[in-house]
């Protein structure tokens, strides 16, 4: 129960962070929300690690309210440009984080008897990936306009050259794959503080 409470939390705060700091962005394509989200893969996997597949589901649901929340919230403050939230980026966040963390939780599960850094990076990098497709295509693809139509995503739809160098594509193309480049960073990287902390609570992982 402790473990999952800390899980719990630990998604929350993170998807408060990383609403919170999607609004800052961080160089051309990237916003300092990109750099916390990662991490919500890697509390699932601990978790999922530590206390089994339906404590996961749970954390992955207590994330998906908290994601709800910070949303509403969002829609209702504004800027010079609108609502902070519009519907799109909140169904396509929702929608990301629900599909993506449990597809995560899903692999891993089915991964567990191998190899100690099997589980947690393949299920990560697979769950990551489909979270960012959906998420971008569903806030920004000009396809999806209809889903809000008052909302003007065309700068999002602006061709330039894929992250400043190669074929032109639609600038949330580029905003998606950096995103996933951060993601894939993290997952690598991620395995060392998997590993420790799965050690410090002395879970067999090898």
């Known amino acids: 129960m402790k473990t999952l409470i800390a899980g719990i939390i630990a998604m929350a705060a993170i998807v408060v962070a990383s609403n919170i700091l999607v609004q800052?962005?961080?160089?051309s394509y990237l916003t300092y929300g990109a750099f916390?989200?990662?991490?919500?893969?890697?509390?699932?996997?601990?978790?999922?690690?530590?206390?089994?597949?339906?404590?996961?589901?749970?954390?992955?649901?207590?994330?998906?309210?908290?994601?709800?929340?910070c949303s509403f919230i969002g829609t209702q403050?504004?800027?010079d440009y609108g609502p902070l939230v519009t519907l799109r980026v909140a169904l396509g966040s929702g929608t990301a984080f629900l599909v993506g963390q449990l597809l995560d939780v899903t692999i891993f599960d089915r991964l567990r008897r191998a190899e100690w850094w099997r589980a947690p990076l393949v299920s990560?990098?697979?769950?990551?990936?489909?979270?960012?497709?959906?998420f971008f295509t569903i806030a920004f693809a000009a396809s999806l306009t209809f889903l809000e139509p008052s909302s003007?995503?065309?700068?999002?739809?602006?061709?330039?050259?894929?992250?400043?160098?190669?074929?032109?594509?639609?600038l949330w193309v580029s905003l998606a794959l950096a995103d996933?480049?951060?993601?894939?960073?993290?997952?690598?990287?991620?395995?060392?503080?998997?590993?420790?902390?799965?050690?410090?609570?002395s879970i067999r992982v090898a």
């Open 152 to 170: 003007d995503m065309s700068w999002a739809a602006v061709s330039g050259p894929l992250l400043g160098s190669g074929p032109m594509v639609p």
């Open 24 to 27: 800052h962005t961080f160089g």
């Open 124 to 134: 990560t990098l697979i769950g990551s990936t489909i979270d960012s497709v959906i």
């Open 77 to 79: 403050l504004h800027n």
């Open 36 to 69: 916390t989200y990662p991490l919500s893969f890697l509390v699932n996997d601990i978790i999922n690690r530590l206390a089994g597949v339906k404590a996961a589901r749970r954390v992955v649901l207590a994330g998906f309210v908290v994601g709800l929340v």
């Open 180 to 201: 996933w480049g951060v993601k894939f960073g993290i997952a690598v990287f991620g395995l060392l503080p998997f590993r420790l902390i799965i050690a410090k609570f």
